[in-house]
């Protein structure tokens, strides 16, 4: 079979998870041909980590690569909207980090472009594709819990200033709690129920500067420019109302990631920044909650939904992290601050598919053998 020739921009903390699936697990579906990054250092670790062949030294040289098929965009969100673009505009299709773009009006433009150069865009989060969402979906679709009524989604933390080694970005427009976690909370629902009519949001800022304590920055001051605490009400054309969290104020919380409540039980859905478990259900007469087994890819596969790109261009059909999806989310995450400033119930003006599953009662290696 032949394999998908694909190029990284962007060598930042996301490629340690990034790289490893992309040239030892999804190998045979992809071949990473070349990196590229500002920092040359970093393309240079890349290559010599992982065994790349190619360090490009811009991104145009990148895009001028007549043997790349995909671009996979890493780069910060302040770059999203921009550099996806310009992937398209080379004839490349696109894989971009979340967001799509950090506004709907370039996320549209976006959208339009693929269109009219008949390319695809699909992008992050692909976790949905891993074991412990799709076995939630199959839980789901089983009928075990009846039909979904109501559900909660709660991220909480303090924010990244103490870990990461580049925090100040996430107290910068295009981040804050709801663009760089609500991706994954946001995909999750749409894909366990489907399409969201409209949101309901309250937002607030808990603290107006940050002090960094990790050690390479410690001490260091940011100035928080986003909403920091992102609150409210979901509605699903399914009849389905979620309670949403996403919080960067928050100590501590005892509070479950993703939890489905529905006619005949409850569904209690794992952390969607993962691709495992635990997937657990509810149901009258049971003395307690009943843990499912998993089906799938259970580690830390990130790089799944460029594979499945690939195989979507291999065979013509939509790839399951496709551009639609990204819009819908994006969508979602403006209209929460959109319903808190203007005061309103706010209707998404998009709306999305859900993706179809993965082959059931195939191995997580057999899929990243043979694909679709």
Known sequence: MEKTVIAVIGCGDITRIYFPSLTRVLNNLVTLKGVCDLIPQRAKYAQDTYGIPVIYPTEDDVLADEAVSIVVNLTQPSEHAR??????????????????????EEGAKLLRLAEKKNLLIAGAPDTFLGAGLQTARRVLESGRIGKPLSAVAFMTCHGHESW????????????????DMGPYYLTALTHLLGPIDSVMGSVGRGFDQRTI????KYGQVIDVEVSTHVAGLINFKSGAIANMMMSFDVWKANLPHIEIYGTQGTLCVPDPDTFHGPVRVFCPGMESFEEIPLEGFSDNTRGMGVADLACAIRNGRTPRAHGRQLYHVLDAMEAFEDSCREGIEYRLRSTTEIPPMLP????AQEWAQVGD
Request: charged letters at 25%; zero cysteines; glycine letters at 6%.
């Open 164 to 179: 990461h080694p580049d925090p100040e970005y996430y107290y910068k427009p295009g981040a804050g709690p709801m663009m």
């Open 83 to 104: 550099l996806n673009r310009k992937i398209l505009e080379s004839g490349k299709h696109l894989y971009t980090e979340k967001p799509l773009a950090m506004a709907r």
């Open 213 to 216: 304590t990790n050690k390479t």
């Open 360 to 363: 059931e009662n195939m191995t």
